[in-house]
T-cell receptor, first 114, second 121 residues
Framework: ETGVTQSPTHLIKTRGQQVTLRCSSQSGHNTVSWYQQALGQGPQFIFQYYREEENGRGNFPPRFSGLQFPNYSSELNVNALELDDSALYLC?????????????FGQGTRLTVV | AQKVTQAQTEISVVEKEDVTLDCVYETRDTTYYLFWYKQPPSGELVFLIRRNSFDEQNEISGRYSWNFQKSTSSFNFTITASQVVDSAVYFCALSAVTTNAGGTSYGKLTFGQGTILTVHP
């Protein structure tokens, strides 16, 4: 077990709604990254938070936003949900922002937008 | 930009067979890191191995072995004497440092599409 916890595990939302997903990072890790994994695909990088600031961002629109707290836990917020946002959202915790060490992943939140 | 290709979408073997999962990557960076992750049905990505671009030494860990060949940009993964518990989706990933508009560097994992491995009893 990695020590990275995500909540909730499953969620069903209606198109146009907003959602907040949560992640607690592994002890001692100051970097959290979020990934979106559509069915049958590899995970895609959304963004990375390092010491409470967004440090890097993938090809996702601004309605995907996040926060990192002083204890390094993190939230992913998605506004104006679309059907294509249905996916497994994975949080990864790592020792540093350069991702040159192993990243530990949580079990993910499966979001379904109807 | 980085790219990872796992040409095998699905592989099916019978228990005790050896199986090799292929991974080919593209990057212009001279310093990068390669990873393999396993994703069981529970969804969590389980870290298996990390390799940096300067270390081409092959590695063996129990029934697992990895063959890194920089000349062909490949990082293949072999499971010897496969077991039913090896059934999962396996992802190859690449990490290289990127610098954002503010001049801060960060790394991100670029994953392949994954290979679904099914081991039959």
């Amino acid at each position: 077990e990695t020590g990275v916890t995500q909540s909730p595990t499953h969620l069903i939302k209606t198109r146009g709604q907003q959602v907040t997903l949560r992640c607690s990072s592994q002890s001692g890790h100051n970097t959290v990254s979020w990934y979106q994994q559509a069915l049958g695909q590899g995970p895609q990088f959304i963004f990375q938070y390092y010491r409470e600031e967004e440090n890097g961002r993938g090809n996702f629109p601004p309605r995907f936003s996040g926060l990192q707290f002083p204890n390094y836990s993190s939230e992913l917020n998605v506004n104006a949900l679309e059907l294509d946002d249905s996916a497994l959202y994975l949080c990864a915790s790592s020792l540093n922002r350069r991702m040159n060490t192993e990243a530990f992943f949580g079990q993910g939140t499966r979001l379904t937008v109807v | 930009a980085q790219k990872v290709t796992q040409a095998q979408t699905e592989i099916s073997v019978v228990e005790k067979e050896d199986v090799t999962l292929d991974c080919v990557y593209e990057t212009r960076d001279t310093t990068y890191y390669l990873f393999w992750y396993k994703q069981p049905p529970s969804g969590e990505l389980v870290f298996l191995i990390r390799r940096n671009s300067f270390d081409e030494q092959n590695e063996i860990s129990g029934r697992y072995s990895w063959n890194f060949q920089k000349s062909t940009s490949s990082f293949n993964f072999t499971i010897t004497a496969s077991q039913v518990v090896d059934s999962a989706v396996y992802f190859c990933a690449l990490s290289a440092v990127t610098t954002n508009a503010g001049g801060t560097s960060y790394g991100k994992l670029t994953f392949g599409q994954g290979t679904i491995l099914t081991v039959h009893p």
